[in-house]
């Protein structure tokens, strides 16, 4: 694969933040257990809210393709205070490569399947300030919110 030219980086970088926001379907949310205690700050994978409207927490394991059962207690996602720079993220890619590679069942930990294909995730390699948002309970449906 060719490398990309400076500029060719500079515009990439430009668009996919675009996208990102605090509040409304565009904002950057972080997904865990319910069990897990409350916390200030968060690092890892993190998805876009519109990719939980409608979903249980076990549809929402499946669409980001997380273990089996990681969700089954429910689920806590938090909201980001403020949105990542560029030197905080890497991989743009979907839920459907697990850690940002292409799923191969011989080198990759059986434990986390892929994702969706259409549902967009990012890893932030640095804790970012988070406020809670709402937890789910089993079987409930992640609301719209508007905050």
């Known amino acids: 694969m060719a490398r ?15 996208l990102w926001s605090v509040g409304g379907p565009n904002r950057i949310v972080k997904v865990v257990p319910a069990e897990r205690p409350l916390t200030a700050t968060l690092k890892g994978y993190v998805c876009l809210e ?19 059962g990681f969700l089954a207690g429910g689920c806590r996602v938090y909201r980001f205070k403020r949105l990542p720079m560029t030197l905080e993220i890497d ?49 409930e449906k992640y609301p719209y919110m508007h905050q």
């Open 91 to 139: 991989h743009e890619l979907t839920a459907h490569y697990p850690d940002g590679q292409a799923f191969n069942p011989a080198m990759h930990d059986a434990k986390y399947p892929p994702g969706s294909n259409v549902v967009h995730q990012w890893r932030l390699l640095v804790d970012v300030p988070v406020q809670h948002l709402i937890d789910l309970r089993p079987g």
């Open 50 to 68: 519109k990719s939980l409207l409608g979903k249980t927490p076990i549809a929402i394991e499946a669409v980001l393709g997380l273990p089996h």
């Open 4 to 18: 990309q030219s400076q500029w060719q980086h500079e515009m990439r970088e430009a668009v996919r933040v675009d």
